[in-house]
């Protein structure tokens, strides 16, 4: 089974196959609006689609360094890139459909809402905070900033994962089970990162070489 995976990996097909995966949730939400059934508030339920799917996006990014290692399967880093700029792609429609429908492209109201509502404030920091990541995500970049400030930079993934959570804890209202459910995951694999940056130092020169592929 392993074997199999690990072929499927490098074939040629991988990363179209995974792309149209990845576009599925938009498919399903295009689908949905075709068929008219957005429910009766169509902005607030893309809103918590695409907040979900950033969210999840975000996740699942962050499972890719510690499933490589946990199934050896070190060509899974050939996806990450892709996932996390799929992240970015559903936090954009997120925020545009906020910005758009919701504020009516007025930046002094979205301003004022982000001031004012700390559930806005902190998802718009988790948004803001993902745009040098997506912008510099190429190997260009990595060249430009070298390996380890690179690395660094990207780190910056799992803020902004928290702040999703906590965006996410903060505007429910009272069955915070799914949130937390989020923010345990996060956790898990925060500390997962922690725990082999501490017990397992790496030497410099591996550690500093990135791979985006
Ligand atoms: C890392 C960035 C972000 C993540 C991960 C994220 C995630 C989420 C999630 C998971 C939800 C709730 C979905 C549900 O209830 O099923 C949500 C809702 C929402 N988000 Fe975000 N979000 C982010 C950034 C932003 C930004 C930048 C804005 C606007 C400035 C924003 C505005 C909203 C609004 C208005 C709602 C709906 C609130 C409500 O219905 O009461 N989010 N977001």
Redesign the pocket.
Known sequence: MREFLRQALVNKWSKPTVFLICLLPLVCLGWRAYQGQLTANPV?YV??FT??W??RF?LITLSVTPLRRMLSMPDLVRLRRMLGLFAFFY?CL??LT?IGP?QAFSLPG?WKD?AKRPF?TV??L??VL?IPLAVTSTKAWIRRLGGKRWQALHRLIYV?AL??VV??YW??KSDHRLPLMYGAILAVLLLYRLGNSLLKPRPSSVAAVPTVR
Do not use: K, P, S
């Open positions: 607030e809103q918590h907040g979900d950033t969210l975000l936090v997120h925020f906020y919701d979205m982000v806005i998802g718009f988790g948004f993902l902004a702040c999703g965006h996410y505007l429910v």
